[in-house]
């Protein structure tokens, strides 16, 4: 699962790609710094995994991971290909999720591709282009839904549906606020559209404001994602890049003299992660305690299937506990003494913090 870091060029992609990964991808005052997408693996942070490790003595920790892409700045104009806009919005196209990055801090030293910081601006300068992006390709489709119709019912159905759908986007509002049944859901997925997908705005805010994580950018930057039902989390990313170069003592250190109870990327990771749909189950044994990764409303067989492909064939049952019971208890064994495991069978709906160990035949 991907997420794409998109916005205007010098809002802070690539410092906050640098502090999420620290993958020392370029990034400088100049539009363009970016051109092809940086890809970075970053470890989900998880509390529960350490508390779970020294609870049953295990040898390591594994973290869930999610990707990100560092894309090159979007620019007024994208969609008809200035600032190699065609190849940008290609990269856009292959991942899940977007994570717009809005500046909201002032700076005469960092310039803005517009001549002044304006979120409001800004927002609508990307939400536009993507717009005009979808628009191409509805249009596109529909040309040919127009020959399939004349033969094919079920194309004629899609061609009144692709017609209602343009005509959202013609009114400039983005796909994912296009009001659907459960019906249609199915054929809005298929058009596969740059709006359509989930997004998450980053609010870069000053040093000043990265402890209140509240000014007039930011508020404004929280009525616009509201609109589209979208989340916002601010953050500095000049500060997650210098804590992102500490050691886990200065980091904390640092922390600490900030007023800060966290890194601020710890709240941003955990938000994608959401955004994409996806929980974590944990198993933890001898060799490791590790958390697994599947979309929300996964049933126990087919998450039984991410450890091993023989785990989910020859599946019998799964032992689950919660992670806040089990730690309740103090651990596996103690779980196991007093009967607490449950039992649960290849149709459980497994939830987050579960701690599963799977029966299964060889």
């Known amino acids: 699962m991907k997420l794409g870091i998109v916005g205007l060029p010098n809002v802070g992609k690539s410092t906050l790609f640098n502090a999420l990964t620290k993958a020392g991808a370029d990034s400088a005052n100049y539009p363009f710094c970016t051109i092809d997408p940086n890809l970075g693996v970053v470890d989900v942070p998880d509390p529960r995994l350490k508390?779970?490790?020294?609870?049953?003595?295990?040898?390591?920790?594994?973290?869930?991971?999610?990707?990100?892409?560092?894309?090159?700045?979007?620019?007024?104009?994208?969609?008809?290909?200035?600032?190699?806009?065609?190849?940008?919005?290609?990269?856009?196209?292959?991942?899940?999720?977007?994570?717009?990055?809005?500046?909201?801090?002032?700076?005469?030293?960092?310039?803005?591709?517009?001549?002044?910081?304006?979120?409001?601006?800004?927002?609508?300068?990307?939400?536009?282009?993507?717009?005009?992006?979808?628009?191409?390709?509805?249009?596109?489709?529909?040309?040919r839904l127009e020959r399939q119709a004349?033969?094919?019912?079920?194309?004629?159905?899609?061609?009144?549906?692709?017609?209602?759908?343009?005509?959202?986007?013609?009114?400039?509002?983005?796909?994912?606020?296009?009001?659907?049944?459960?019906?249609?859901?199915?054929?809005?997925?298929?058009?596969?559209?740059?709006?359509?997908?989930?997004?998450?705005?980053?609010?870069?805010?000053?040093?000043?404001?990265?402890l209140t994580r509240d000014n007039e950018s930011i508020r404004v930057v929280r009525e616009l994602?509201?609109?589209?039902?979208?989340?916002?989390?601010?953050?500095?990313?000049?500060?997650?890049?210098?804590?992102?170069?500490?050691?886990?003592?200065?980091?904390?250190?640092?922390?600490?003299?900030?007023?800060?109870?966290?890194?601020?990327?710890n709240r941003l990771i955990r938000r994608s992660y959401r955004l994409l749909d996806l929980i974590s189950f944990i198993t933890s044994r001898e060799v490791e305690t590790r958390a697994w990764t599947i979309r929300q409303g996964t049933r126990a067989q087919q998450a039984a299937g991410k450890i091993h492909s023989d785990i989910e064939r020859g599946f019998i049952r799964a032992e689950v506990i919660a992670y806040d019971e089990l730690v309740a208890v103090g651990g596996y064994v103690q779980a196991k003494d007093k009967g607490v495991m449950r039992l649960e069978g290849k149709d459980y709906i497994v939830q987050d913090g579960d701690v599963i160990h799977f029966r299964f035949n060889v």
């Open 51 to 143: 508390v779970l490790q020294e609870m049953d003595g295990t040898g390591r920790i594994v973290p869930a991971t999610v990707a990100f892409y560092d894309i090159a700045g979007l620019v007024r104009g994208a969609s008809k290909g200035e600032g190699l806009g065609n190849q940008f919005l290609s990269h856009i196209r292959e991942v899940d999720a977007i994570v717009h990055v809005v500046r909201c801090f002032q700076d005469d030293n960092v310039v803005h591709v517009d001549g002044a910081v304006d979120p409001a601006r800004d927002i609508e300068t990307i939400r536009l282009e993507l717009i005009l992006a979808d628009i191409e390709i509805m249009e596109r489709r529909i040309l």
């Open 225 to 265: 994602a509201a609109k589209e039902g979208s989340e916002v989390v601010a953050i500095s990313a000049q500060i997650e890049q210098e804590l992102s170069e500490l050691d886990d003592e200065d980091k904390q250190a640092f922390l600490e003299d900030m007023g800060l109870s966290e890194p601020g990327l």
């Open 150 to 210: 004349k033969a094919d019912k079920k194309a004629k159905a899609l061609l009144e549906f692709a017609k209602r759908l343009l005509d959202h986007l013609e009114n400039e509002q983005p796909a994912k606020t296009f009001d659907i049944t459960p019906e249609e859901k199915e054929l809005y997925q298929d058009f596969r559209l740059l709006t359509s997908k989930p997004t998450i705005y980053v609010a870069n805010v000053s040093i000043d404001d990265a």
